[in-house]
């Protein structure tokens, strides 16, 4: 699968006042996500755009990296059902990186998206990091770049990638993509 990655950062927290989510919706964050819990959510956000890499990993490696991993993982909930999540790799606590933000697809296009994104923006630079990172590719949602870039993202780089993406996970790989 070749992809294109646009990698992305931001250097400082975003002004004023955060966004709300509607109503009826809220942000766990924190969350501590069992191994079948996560793969769940990867897979509702990820599957149409190839999500594959938390996939492919182990259930034991998987279950060390949610119980050990530096990791912050928030769950967008809809009354008590979750309908997204993000997910904040904290190796280094100078340059958190937003490994993984994405809805569910019931949760596309119900005026939710930029406010959880707002949100788990504010979370990270709650913990004093210098610069955080995000990144996106050409096999994300179409309207992942557009968004990054307007609540303050700049692009740093775009590389193609190809990725080994492994049958045994039942990805549909859309023909375009296909090396």
Same mark, same amino acid.
């Given at each position: 699968?070749?992809?294109?990655?646009?990698?992305?950062? =931001?250097?400082?927290? @975003?002004?004023?006042?955060?966004?709300?989510?509607?109503?009826?919706?809220?942000?766990? /964050?924190?969350?501590?996500?069992?191994?079948? /819990?996560?793969? =769940?959510?990867?897979?509702?956000?990820?599957? !149409?755009?190839?999500?594959?890499?938390? !996939?492919?990993?182990?259930?034991?490696?998987?279950?060390?990296?949610?119980?050990?991993?530096?990791?912050?993982?928030?769950?967008?909930?809809?009354? !008590?059902?979750?309908?997204?999540?993000?997910?904040?790799?904290?190796?280094? +606590?100078?340059?958190?990186?937003?490994?993984?933000?994405?809805?569910?697809?019931?949760?596309?296009?119900?005026?939710?998206?930029?406010?959880?994104?707002?949100?788990?923006?504010?979370?990270?630079?709650?913990?004093? +990091?210098?610069?955080?990172?995000?990144?996106?590719?050409?096999?994300?949602? @179409?309207?992942?770049?557009?968004?990054?870039?307007?609540?303050?993202?700049?692009?740093?780089? /775009?590389?193609?990638? /190809?990725?080994?993406?492994?049958?045994?996970?039942?990805?549909?790989?859309?023909?375009?993509?296909?090396?």
């Amino acid at each position: 699968m070749k992809v294109d990655v646009t990698f992305m950062r =931001m250097l400082r927290s @975003p002004a004023g006042e955060g966004r709300t989510l509607p109503e009826g919706w809220s942000v766990e /964050t924190e969350a501590r996500p069992d191994v079948a /819990t996560y793969r =769940m959510v990867q897979d509702r956000v990820g599957r !149409q755009y190839c999500w594959w890499m938390r !996939q492919a990993a182990s259930d034991a490696d998987l279950a060390h990296f949610l119980e050990h991993g530096p990791v912050s993982i928030g769950l967008l909930m809809q009354g !008590q059902t979750v309908r997204g999540f993000y997910e904040l790799n904290l190796f280094n +606590p100078h340059d958190i990186n937003l490994s993984y933000f994405g809805l569910f697809p019931e949760a596309i296009g119900q005026g939710v998206g930029r406010a959880f994104l707002d949100m788990a923006i504010r979370q990270a630079w709650a913990l004093g +990091p210098l610069c955080l990172r995000v990144n996106t590719c050409t096999a994300d949602h @179409p309207r992942a770049l557009p968004l990054y870039q307007q609540v303050g993202f700049e692009v740093v780089r /775009t590389v193609e990638e /190809t990725w080994d993406v492994p049958n045994r996970l039942g990805l549909t790989i859309p023909e375009r993509f296909l090396a």
